[in-house]
């Protein structure tokens, strides 16, 4: 089977929880770095300075959370590692990257094969299957032949336990199906980076649990992880939270890792445990 993970030189078989204190896991190499980072938009009533000096490292492996209220910067923040948006001054530093100072086109480029980006709407494109919404980063990634891609992509899919609304459009499967899908386009180039907004703010408890509970075992494979939340169930059972007001970092708080208790409300057979079982098996 398609090894997602085979290629990716932080992955720990799976081991890691997250956790830096894990004894046997030291990871102090810093992934992603903002510096000074500031963000001005321009608006009818004036500048509006949206960042105002984020300082922020990231390490290899980690599962970092960002809560915030709305407003306060936090999508503008995560924009700023995508590259999705530039900012107005301070340094973006990504795997020893300076992507700050990317092109348009260097800056697509680098975030298809190396970050996979998850938004709160799931942003697939509607007039494209579910298979082909996947296969679509890896024509620009390069990474795999075009006669191979449909198959991985399918692989993807079967990981996400998507895999059998392959050839539907979008508008056919349900929320929750379709972010496991834009979870599964996310991955299509196995990329080490994993940014997530608000994943899980358009769906339901249940279902958010569940594809909560998919991101800890990619993050488990060696994935590094950050996920802005509204949600403060998914934000407690992360290890380093870190909150935004008005533009500036404002605390952090590190707790020890807790497992996700998964949501079983009808007394049935969780369907993450199907995941967890998937996922093994590729590890
Ligand atoms: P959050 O994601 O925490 O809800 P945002 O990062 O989206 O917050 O927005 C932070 C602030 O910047 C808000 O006051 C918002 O109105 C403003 N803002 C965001 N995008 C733009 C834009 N394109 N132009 C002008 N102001 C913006
Ligand atoms: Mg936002």
């Known amino acids: 089977?398609?090894?997602?993970?085979?290629?990716?030189?932080?992955?720990?078989?799976?081991?890691?929880?997250?956790?830096?204190?894990?004894?046997?896991?030291?990871?102090?190499?810093?992934?992603?770095?903002?510096?000074?980072?500031?963000?001005?938009?321009?608006?009818?009533?004036?500048?509006?300075?949206?960042?105002?000096?984020?300082?922020?490292?990231?390490?290899?492996?980690?599962?970092?959370?960002?809560?915030?209220?709305?407003?306060?910067?936090?999508?503008?923040?995560?924009?700023?590692?995508?590259?999705?948006?530039?900012?107005?001054?301070?340094?973006?530093?990504?795997?020893?990257?300076?992507i700050h100072k990317f092109s348009e086109n260097q800056m697509a480029k680098w975030r298809g094969t190396n970050m996979g980006v998850v938004f709160q709407f799931f942003q697939l494109l509607p007039t494209l299957t579910v298979i082909e919404n996947v296969m679509l980063p890896m024509d620009f990634g390069n990474k795999y032949n075009p006669r191979e891609r449909r198959e991985k992509a399918l692989d993807i899919l079967a990981l996400m336990d998507v895999d059998s609304q392959a050839d539907k459009l979008p508008t056919m499967i349900s929320g929750g199906q379709q972010q496991r899908v834009a979870i599964a386009r996310?991955?299509?180039?196995?990329?080490?980076?994993?940014?997530?907004?608000?994943?899980?703010?358009?769906?339901?408890?249940?279902?958010?649990?569940?594809v909560f509970e998919l991101f800890q075992k990619l993050v488990e494979q060696g994935k590094t992880f950050l996920m802005v939340t509204h949600d403060d169930d998914l934000a407690g059972q992360l290890s380093r939270v870190i909150t935004i007001t008005d533009g500036q970092l404002d605390h952090e708080d590190h707790r020890p890792v807790q497992k996700i208790v998964p949501h079983s409300q009808n007394g049935s057979k969780p369907e993450s445990e199907s995941e967890e079982a998937q996922l093994e098996e590729v590890s």
């Not at 996310?186 to 569940?210: F, H, R």
């Open 1 to 98: 089977m398609f090894n997602i993970f085979g290629n990716n030189q932080s992955s720990n078989n799976g081991r890691n929880n997250g956790n830096q204190n894990t004894p046997n896991q030291p990871r102090e190499d810093v992934l992603i770095e903002l510096k000074g980072i500031q963000k001005e938009y321009k608006t009818d009533a004036g500048p509006f300075l949206a960042l105002k000096g984020i300082d922020l490292k990231i390490k290899s492996g980690e599962f970092v959370g960002v809560i915030g209220k709305s407003g306060s910067g936090k999508s503008t923040m995560i924009n700023m590692i995508t590259g999705i948006d530039r900012p107005t001054a301070g340094e973006v530093w990504v795997n020893g990257t300076p």
């Open 186 to 210: 996310a991955l299509a180039n196995d990329p080490p980076i994993v940014v997530a907004d608000e994943p899980t703010g358009n769906l339901d408890s249940k279902t958010a649990a569940q």
